[in-house]
């Protein structure tokens, strides 16, 4: 029995020493926000996508009705880690290329949100204290409703 004592040892601290010192994972900071046009209307539907510039990981979340949206990377609204971020905000417009159909151009956002080389968005996220950001995107349109107005889809 004594010699199954110190294999029983070795093997606890083996297991736990892996299960500590085997998590790369990065830390994550909450991180909630609010995608708008720039009359202050809310952008109503989307996705977020956060590209961090250090670690090269993605945060992403879906825009709400209200324009906000929490970033999620591992885990639900975990938020991103800390640092600088490229930006994108993406939209699926359906029947852009449906013959005879004319899909509404209001409340979308300019197609070049959608790509990280053309965004021009970035945010930083901090380790400490507040990690509300405002992003502020342009519509296809050239105006949108203004914040009092909101438009539907």
């Known amino acids: 029995m004594t010699d199954k004592v110190p294999w029983l040892t070795i093997g606890l601290t083996l297991c736990v020493v892996c299960s ?4 790369r994972q990065p830390r994550t900071y909450p991180v909630a926000g609010r995608v708008q ?3 202050g ?9 956060f590209q961090s510039l250090e670690h090269g990981l993605n ?4 825009i709400q009705r209200d324009g906000t949206f929490q970033l999620t990377t591992f885990e639900p ?3 991103a880690v800390a640092g600088e971020h490229k930006c994108v905000v993406l939209q699926m417009v359906v029947g852009e290329n449906i013959s005879g159909h004319r899909p ?3 409340g979308v956002v300019h197609p070049r949100y959608a790509s990280y080389s053309t965004s021009g968005l970035t945010a930083q996220v901090n380790d400490n204290g507040d990690n509300s950001i405002v992003l502020e995107v342009e519509g296809v349109l050239e105006t949108q409703p203004p914040a009092d107005q909101p438009h539907k889809h």
């Open 77 to 79: 609204n975990d938020g």
């Open 104 to 106: 509404s151009k209001l």
């Open 59 to 62: 945060a992403r979340g879906d």
């Open 37 to 39: 046009f720039p009359a």
């Open 20 to 23: 500590v010192g085997c998590s």
């Open 41 to 49: 209307s809310p952008v109503m539907v989307g996705v977020v996508e």
